[in-house]
C-alpha cells in the first residue's frame, strides 16, 4: 500500500489530467501526512498522496485525482 513506499520515484499513475486534460502520467511526489484533528476538522484523509502531472506541472492530490486514473501497469 502506499504508506510502505519507500522509493517514491519509479511510481507513477496513467490518466488524464484535470488540471490540462492532457492523457498523461503522473508521478509520486510524497504522502503528505495530516494531524488527526487537523484532518477531522478539514475532511480530509490522514493520508494523501501528491502526485505531479508531466505534462503541465501540476500537483494534485489523490482527491483531485478522477477515478479514470489508473497505476500504471507493466503487464502486457
Ligand atoms: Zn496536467
Known amino acids: 500500500m502506499l504508506n510502505q513506499i519507500k522509493d ?3 511510481i507513477t499513475l496513467f490518466g488524464i489530467c484535470p488540471s490540462c486534460g492532457a492523457n498523461t502520467e503522473f ?3 510524497g504522502i503528505q501526512r495530516w494531524p488527526e484533528r487537523v484532518a477531522k ?3 480530509l484523509p490522514l493520508e494523501q498522496s501528491l502526485w ?4 503541465c506541472d ?3 492530490m489523490d482527491a483531485s485525482l478522477g477515478a479514470d486514473i489508473k497505476p500504471q501497469s507493466s503487464e502486457s
Open 58 to 60: 501540476t500537483t494534485l
Open 52 to 55: 505531479q502531472c508531466c505534462n
Open 27 to 29: 508521478s509520486l511526489l
Open 41 to 43: 476538522k478539514a475532511g
Open 8 to 10: 517514491t520515484s519509479s
